[in-house]
C-alpha cells in the first residue's frame, strides 16, 4: 500500500519546465498576475489551463 501512495504522488507531482520570456511579454504578464493577484507561475498555469480547456471544446465541436 505504502508503494501505491508514492506512485500516485510522483504522478500528481508538478513538472518543472524552464520557460524563455521576452522581456516584454514577461512585463505583461507579470502585470497581469499582479492584477489578478497571482503569482507569475501561478498566472502562467492559469493561462495555459484555460488555452487547453478551449482547445478541448473546440475539438468536441469540429
Not at 505504502?2 to 500516485?8: H, P, Q, V
Not at 493561462?47 to 487547453?52: A, G, I, N
Amino acid at each position: 500500500m505504502e508503494k501505491e501512495k508514492k506512485a500516485s504522488d510522483k504522478t500528481k507531482a508538478k513538472k518543472q519546465v524552464p520557460l524563455r520570456l521576452s522581456p516584454k511579454l514577461y512585463e505583461e504578464i507579470a502585470q497581469w498576475a499582479e492584477d489578478d493577484f497571482r503569482s507569475m507561475n501561478g498566472q502562467i498555469e492559469y493561462l495555459l489551463t484555460e488555452c487547453v480547456k478551449r482547445r478541448k471544446g473546440k475539438k468536441d465541436t469540429i
